[in-house]
């Protein structure tokens, strides 16, 4: 079936773009920001005029319905749905809007920092207003008729990222990776790195890797097998995983642009056989029966000299 769906010491640009996979819908979205590095004894005059520009951007936010009085953190009651669909999120931070904001003009690039309180609240994701919200509202309507069970489908946000580093230097990218929205199983799996040789940026340009990323760049990432839990019809503690890639540029490392990627496999047999026994038939395995048109991740790692 066919599913659409800061890094290193010297990180200068974050391309922060969401996009979606599941079982019977597809969109994405894309923020493009550009990175300030914040410093001790930044003036009023600067923080003023954030403030007027964050005023300006409340005018301009086509979803601002969502957001209570004060438009700091979402106003779920004008869903028309089931408060319990959030029951088992963290509280929303009083300052969740502003750091989605800050997020997207790159006035806070330190994603690595966010807890839980922000990064498992759906809003958090651009696309739930949009996309998402959709699942529950048409499960509230009278006539409706559910005709398919999410069984497998995942998200990831940012998937596509920017590192610039020298030879020797280590980097963190930090990515997000949920169930998506319609999805009412628990997902085990497994993921590895890998490289790609070519892929397409956000101004729609094919970007091409230098040869033998693997042997000059290495790579883990934390955690590497897990459970997704659901996100419908209620989303669960472990709906979303913060995953961090730590990586080394070797001294050697040869100036050139290397393509980071992230895969997702099945879990070893010992993890499939302790969860298949736990969830029963709420289990799902589906990582090997989801093609995708554009990689989980495409970090865009430019080494110089």
Known sequence: MKIKWLAGLLLLTVLISGCTQNGGSSGNSTVQTQVTISQPGVSNSTLEA????F???LTKYKQKRIFSGNYSVPDRASYGISKMVFANLPPVPTDFLYKVYLIKYGRFVDIASLGPEYYKQPEFDPEFTRFGLKYWEEWKAVN????????VGFRTYPFSQHVVAKPGNSFNITMFLSSDWNVETYQGISLTTGWLPWAVSEDGKTMNATDNSGKYISVNVTPNEFILTPAFPQFTEEWVKKLTFS????????PGLYILT???NKPSQ?????????YLNLYSEGAGMVSTDKPY???FINVQQ
Request: overall charge neutral.
């Open 50 to 53: 954030q403030d007027a520009e």
């Open 55 to 57: 005023a300006l951007y």
């Open 144 to 151: 409706y008729s559910k005709r398919h069970w999410g069984t």
């Open 247 to 254: 990586g080394k540029v070797s001294e050697t490392t040869p």
């Open 262 to 264: 992230v895969r997702i």
């Open 270 to 278: 010992v993890n499939s056989d302790k969860w298949l026994l736990e």
């Open 297 to 299: 991740l495409q970090a």
